[in-house]
């Protein structure tokens, strides 16, 4: 079985600041995928940034980017220049690739609050 | 392209009672997975079908229970409710050829008294 742990319940940043979101995994398998997910105030959860294992150069998406450390199973999400619309939860979450069944196991999350 | 929906958004049940939870997938999407969350226990993934077929389903009682219809919308049933079973229950789809990604609908929060 696979555990995603999120070790930041809550975290602050000063709008317009960087602010770096911690998880790590635990699988014993080789092929998977890590995502990060928003979940603002009004609980629709988006998703912010996927990963695949097998790509060694780290994902981005406009002011996101990952740092992902496959041996070390971690998978740190930045965010630069912040804004207010990012006040949100955020998740880490794992998916087996090839396992005939689209499962996600999810950390606890990460409150972001971004002050103005 | 519209998103995932999921009806009812607010529902009020009585212990005991039963309830059917309703998703509507994105267009073309063949996928939908089901997930509860709860302050203790976060997310928790509940069962996913594909084609009208339960492929996986997580550690939850047999009283949790779900479908899929050939317009890949899913309906989860959750009979003989508990106080515990108080929850956000988000439905997730997926385009599956080519595609791993989950979208997530606005959710039903299910308040058991």
């Known amino acids: 079985a696979q555990t995603v742990t999120q070790s930041q319940p809550e975290m602050s940043v000063q709008e317009a600041e960087t602010v770096t979101l911690s998880c790590t995994y635990d699988?014993?398998?080789?092929?998977?995928?890590l995502f990060w997910y928003k979940q603002p105030p009004s609980r629709q959860m988006i998703l912010v940034i996927r990963?695949?294992?097998?790509?060694?150069q780290n994902a981005t998406e406009n002011r996101f980017s990952v740092n992902f450390q496959k041996a070390a199973k971690s998978f740190s999400l930045k965010i630069s220049d912040s804004q207010l619309g990012d006040t949100a939860m955020y998740f880490c979450?794992?998916?087996?690739?090839?396992?005939?069944?689209?499962?996600?196991?999810f950390g606890k999350g990460t409150k972001l609050s971004v002050i103005p | 392209k519209a998103g995932v929906t999921q009806t009812p958004r607010y529902l009020i049940k009585t212990r005991g009672q039963q309830v059917t939870l309703s998703c509507s997938p994105i267009?073309?999407?063949?996928?939908v997975s089901w997930y509860q969350q709860t302050p203790g226990q976060g997310l928790q993934f509940l069962f996913e079908?594909?084609?009208?077929?339960?492929?996986n389903k997580g550690n939850f009682p047999g009283r949790f229970s779900g479908r899929q219809f050939s317009n890949s919308r899913s309906e989860m049933n959750v009979s003989t409710l508990e106080l515990g079973d108080s929850a956000l229950y988000l439905c997730?789809?997926?385009?599956?050829?080519?595609?791993?990604?989950?979208?997530f609908g606005p959710g039903t929060r299910l308040t058991v008294t």
């Open positions: 997730a789809s997926s385009l599956v050829q080519g595609s791993y990604e989950q979208y």
């Open positions: 699988t014993s398998e080789n092929n998977y995928y």
């Open positions: 990963q695949e294992a097998y790509k060694q």
């Open positions: 979450a794992f998916m087996k690739s090839g396992a005939g069944s689209y499962q996600l196991t």
């Open positions: 267009s073309g999407h063949r996928s």
């Open positions: 079908y594909f084609s009208e077929t339960q492929r």
